[in-house]
């Protein structure tokens, strides 16, 4: 694949910094070819794999399941990662000789016209972190792991729709994500500043139609709704209203929905499992009382404890943030066949929702600590557990979680959530 056909974050760095925090995260399937090769690279008992656990088990309960993914350890973790945290088939084999999906990781590939667009996954801790090497020195090791992902013809997608009925080609679609992109990129301003121009004018976008608008025309509009939302989001947050309190409880399911962890150690199957679920769902629908223990990462507090001050967000926080936004931006990793195949409005909605959820977290976090001020690693972690789902869960692409979304939008409470949960105004 040719390096001009990859589109990097150029903003992001990263390198892996072995924490195994992936590899007691996620459920790796396999496929026929790499279960084969893995069999036949003879694994025992001599090697540290413990001996009462199988190598591969069925990826649904189905007895007939032809798929399957990778065994897990008693404590969660990959049946591979030996005490030292470290991949026992990349120690004994070399990198190559892993499953597809633990090489691609923490890397998704998205279409963008002619192009296919890096992004990736701030469930890694060093990702979040911005550590290691920058995108451009990756981009060898980007190609490499593209090709195995990709087919060798990409196939031509279309753009993603505007809104429901609205498409347009894909240069004039890229005119409003270049204008995001850039609506984050301003300096001096906090990341809660730029959410709120974003959704100023995006709104706009929801409102207009595009079909007689393309071309210079459109270059012109944004120009012209871009500079008014400037000027017209309010300074003073004061100005802002609260949250209503029918948005809140959509919101509160939403936050469950980023806050839980779906990690075979932690995921409980049958109806055990799904009756926890609903009881802890049916509470933060109430929203009184304390929080269920949705992780072992949360204690249960009382959920007013997250309407209180935590103090302003810490400034190395808001850098992340921004990044974050950015990251998901330029890589098309919130709208179309990268997210869940949503209009770029809806889909922008859905992506801005995860900066109040993951305040919301980081609230959760540093009160399950007894702390009355949050700190960066509270945001670093809240992050993490957030982008573990945002736009990799199946549940985030289905019917209820996008109708929460269309409710906030239409009840005008996503920058009221936004600016109550920021930390720049005291609630
Ligand atoms: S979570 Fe990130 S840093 Fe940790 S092992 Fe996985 S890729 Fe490496």
Redesign the pocket.
């Known amino acids: 694949m040719a390096q001009s056909q990859i589109q990097l974050p150029t903003i992001q760095n990263w390198s892996?910094?072995?924490?195994?925090?992936?590899?007691r995260q996620h459920e790796i399937e396999v496929t026929p070819e790499e279960k084969a090769r893995i069999e036949q690279q003879n694994w025992t008992a001599a090697d540290g794999i413990p001996a009462d656990r199988p190598l591969f088990v069925p990826l649904n309960s189905v007895p007939w399941s032809k798929q399957f993914r990778l065994g897990h350890q008693s404590d969660g973790a990959c049946i591979f990662l030996d005490e030292q945290?470290l991949c026992r088939i990349h120690a004994k084999f070399g990198e190559p000789a892993k499953p597809l999906a633990c090489r691609v990781?923490?890397y998704a590939f998205h279409p963008r016209d002619k192009k296919v667009t890096v992004s990736l996954r701030f469930?890694?801790?060093?990702?979040v972190a911005n550590k290691g090497k920058s995108m451009v020195s990756n981009a060898a090791e980007i190609r490499t792991i593209a090709k195995a992902v990709l087919p060798e013809k990409l196939q031509a997608y279309s753009a993603p729709a505007i809104k429901p009925g609205e498409q347009l080609g894909w240069p004039d679609f890229l005119k409003f994500v270049d204008r995001l992109d850039e609506t984050f990129a301003q300096p001096g301003l906090s990341t809660l500043r730029k959410i709120l121009q974003a959704l100023f004018w995006m709104h706009l976008v929801g409102e207009a139609t595009f079909v007689k608008v393309q071309g210079d025309r459109l270059r012109e509009l944004l120009d012209i709704i871009t500079t008014t939302a400037v000027q017209e989001v309010p300074t003073d947050l004061g100005e802002f209203d609260p949250p209503s309190r029918t948005g809140m409880m959509p919101f509160r399911l939403l936050v469950a929905q980023y806050a839980r962890k779906d990690t075979t150690a932690s995921s409980e199957s049958g109806w055990r499992g799904r009756w926890r679920m609903l009881r802890a769902a049916t509470r933060f629908a109430k929203g009184r009382g304390t929080t269920p223990v949705l992780q072992g990462e949360f204690r249960e507090v009382p959920f007013e404890a997250m309407d209180r001050s935590f103090g302003p967000l810490p400034e190395e926080a808001d850098e992340i943030l921004t990044r974050y936004f950015r990251v998901k931006i330029q890589s098309l990793h919130f709208c179309g066949p990268a997210y869940y195949d949503v209009p770029l409005v809806e889909g922008f909605h859905s992506l801005i929702l995860v900066y109040p959820a993951v305040l919301w977290i980081a609230r959760w976090l540093a009160a399950s600590d007894d702390r009355e001020n949050w700190t960066v690693n509270d945001i670093s972690r809240a992050l993490a557990i957030a982008d573990h789902h945002h736009g990799f869960s199946p549940l985030f692409g289905s019917g209820p979680f996008r109708r929460r979304i269309r409710i906030l939008n239409r009840l005008g409470d996503i920058p009221k959530l936004c600016v109550a949960y920021s930390g720049e105004i005291t609630s």
């Open positions: 892996c910094h072995s924490c195994s925090g992936c590899c945290g990781y923490p469930s890694c801790p060093s990702v």
